[in-house]
């Protein structure tokens, strides 16, 4: 028996071997991605995912109990494969420009892979179905990422510490912008939807964080900037500054 992957390829499925298992478990998993991808969690079936991988419903409910079982490890797949990303630190000897700059580089690079903007899709998609799934890509992906601007930009600004909670604002909105440059308006529209071009994203990354720099650097502007909880005002200070 075989078991034909997306791509084409078939997987040998002849010896029970603990090797031979996890290449027929990924296969399944690849093969559940791609329906996944492009169906609400309602409108697919384990015969959808079986005719993709080319298996029998059989062989996978031998190793996923049901089709929740399926989505959910297919989505933790992801999860994990995105945390190494995600989790990054930013080097200390760097001054709050410079640092800045390694986040927003570092963040873009996370929400630029296309396994972010797939699981992002699935968490506002299927929400009502699997609310944990938005709980996880907080925790596991999100959340690592502005935690990590936050604590930098807090280490270089010691005698703001009274400012923490407005720090972690700031590092959200931050991380709002380096989102919607490197993924649009993908979620709204699918990930079939036509990218625009990437060829100014380098440009538009150091002016996000090369303003988010100066601003954070001027007692007045902080303020102003913390007292702000939605990104729209710096992004369209940051659009003019762009356009000028």
């Known amino acids: 028996m075989a078991i034909s992957r997306p791509d084409g390829q078939a997987l040998q499925t002849s010896a029970g071997t603990s090797q031979e298992r996890a290449r027929i478990r990924a296969g399944i998993l690849e093969a559940a991605r791609s329906v996944i991808s492009d169906a609400q969690y309602e409108s697919w079936s384990i015969e959808d995912v079986a005719r993709a991988a080319g ?19 297919s989505r933790e ?8 990303v995600a989790n990054f630190v930013i080097p200390e000897r760097m001054d709050l420009a410079d640092g800045i700059i390694f986040f927003v580089y570092s963040a873009y690079e996370a929400c630029a892979d296309p396994k972010y ?3 992002l899709i699935s968490s506002v998609r299927d929400y009502d179905s699997h609310p944990w799934l938005i709980e996880r890509y907080m925790k596991m992906i999100r959340s690592p990422m502005t935690i990590a601007c936050e604590n930098f930009v807090l280490s270089k600004l010691p005698k703001e510490r009274a400012m923490r909670t407005s720090f972690a604002l700031i590092a959200d909105q931050i991380f709002q912008l380096v989102e919607s440059v490197a993924i649009g308006t993908i979620v709204a529209n699918g990930t079939k939807a036509p990218r625009r071009s990437q060829a100014a994203d380098p440009f538009r990354l150091e002016l996000v964080a090369r303003s988010y720099a100066a601003l954070l650097a001027d007692k007045k502007s902080l303020a102003a900037l913390a007292s702000s909880h939605h990104p729209k005002s710096a992004l369209d200070a940051i659009q003019a500054m762009e356009e000028a």
Request: some cysteine; proline content about 0%.
């Open 117 to 119: 903007c797939e699981i």
């Open 55 to 73: 298996c029998s419903r059989r062989t996978i409910h031998s190793r996923f109990e049901s089709k929740y079982d399926l989505y959910r490890a």
């Open 77 to 84: 797949e992801i999860v994990d494969a995105l945390f190494d």
